[in-house]
T-cell receptor, first 111, second 113 residues
Framework: AQSVSQHNHHVILSEAASLELGCNYS??????LFWYVQYPGQHLQLLLK??????LVKGIKGFEAEFIKSKFSFNLRKPSVQWSDTAEYFC?????????FGTGTRLQVFP | DGGITQSPKYLFRKEGQNVTLSCEQN?????MYWYRQDPGQGLRLIYY???????QKGDIAEGYSVSREKKESFPLTVTSAQKNPTAFYLC????????????FGDGTRLSIL
């Protein structure tokens, strides 16, 4: 069965630090991958998505992710985080009409 | 503005009681989903419906039931058979079952006393 894994469960950074959150998937076939963000007290929002084409995907709020097929990875990056990026981040893959979510990474950014 | 409305935001019930969580969308989406969110486990799919009057079990359907009598509504019932119902429940929708991404509601936090 396909799965999506996020190895960083809790990340703590200072403002202006660079961010990279790991995401690995374990299925073949057509790959559709997503990053969602859940800010405190808010609903899940889509950050970015990859369906095909350029493996470097740009999303909202300065986030980007790179699909590396050989590594089965879709890591999320941001060059300089802000306090407002404090949130929980979920990687997800889509197959057979279902979204499969990773366990999430809680990011805390301190001023 | 179009969106997904989940109510109530917080729900408390006694052990052994069934409870129904509401999810309404005015996005004219065909597909709707229910997820359960637990700390350290991410989101897990309970049930989903690709069209009115049809629904399928997700990965953790035991102890839950749903109905899809109207396109805009997809209520979830947590039955007394669900062994550990205390969790955060998220409803989502997408234009069709094969189209992503999904749009999410604000969630309902259910606590069993």
């Amino acid at each position: 069965a396909q799965s999506v894994s996020q190895h960083n469960h809790h990340v703590i950074l200072s403002e202006a630090a660079s961010l990279e959150l790991g995401c690995n998937y374990s299925y073949g076939g057509t790959v559709n991958l997503f990053w969602y963000v859940q800010y405190p007290g808010q609903h899940l929002q889509l950050l970015l998505k990859y369906f095909s084409g350029d493996p470097l995907v740009k999303g909202i709020k300065g986030f980007e992710a790179e699909f590396i097929k050989s590594k089965f990875s879709f890591n999320l990056r941001k060059p300089s985080v802000q306090w407002s990026d404090t949130a929980e981040y979920f990687c997800a893959g889509y197959e057979a009409d279902k979204l499969i979510f990773g366990t999430g990474t809680r990011l805390q950014v301190f001023p | 503005d179009g969106g997904i409305t989940q109510s109530p935001k917080y729900l408390f019930r006694k052990e052994g009681q069934n409870v129904t969580l509401s999810c309404e969308q005015n996005l004219n989406h065909d597909a709707m989903y229910w997820y359960r969110q637990d700390p350290g486990q991410g989101l897990r799919l309970i049930y989903y419906s690709q069209i009115v009057n049809d629904f399928q079990k997700g990965d953790i359907a035991e102890g839950y039931s749903v109905s899809r009598e109207k396109k805009e509504s997809f209520p979830l019932t947590v039955t007394s058979a669900q062994k550990n119902p205390t969790a955060f429940y998220l409803c989502a929708s997408s234009r069709t079952g094969g189209e992503q991404p999904q749009h999410f509601g604000d969630g309902t936090r259910l606590s069993i006393l």
